[in-house]
């Protein structure tokens, strides 16, 4: 199996910046893609992001669109979201994901990690 770890969290001003990231291990396949979700107490887990394994396609979700920017490295088996422009209403637990192919939003998620708290005070 994939193990995913993120990293990055923390609590942050509004208009803040944080940046967080997901290191994988286990086996590399072929194309595969990797996002991130979060979750909010009590609420169902939505999505944020996601990227193709060669970076060729990015996706995000409208409530972070021009705020967020996703990112890989293929060489660290690393994903990383760059939050910039933080709202309260970011606060969640953020989660790394990997679809062992990719399709975009509606790739097939198999594998998450732990998730990593973001807090945004006003």
């Known amino acids: 199996q994939v193990q995913l770890v993120e990293s990055g969290g923390g609590l942050v001003q509004a208009g803040g910046s944080l940046r967080l990231s997901c290191a994988a291990s286990g086996r590399t396949f072929g194309n595969y893609g990797m996002g991130w979700f979060r979750q909010y107490p009590g609420k169902e887990r939505e999505f944020v992001s996601a990227?193709?394994?060669?970076?060729?396609?990015?996706s995000y979700a409208d409530s972070v669109k021009g705020r967020f920017t996703i990112s890989r490295d293929n060489a660290k088996n690393t994903v990383n979201l760059q939050m910039n422009s933080l709202k309260p209403e970011d606060t969640a637990l953020y989660y790394c994901?990997?679809?062992?192919?990719?399709?975009?939003?509606?790739?097939?998620?198999?594998?998450w990690g732990q998730g990593t708290q973001v807090t945004v005070s006003s």
């Open positions: 994901a990997v679809a062992l192919y990719y399709s975009g939003r509606g790739s097939q998620w198999s594998y």
């Open positions: 990227i193709r394994w060669d970076g060729a396609s990015t």
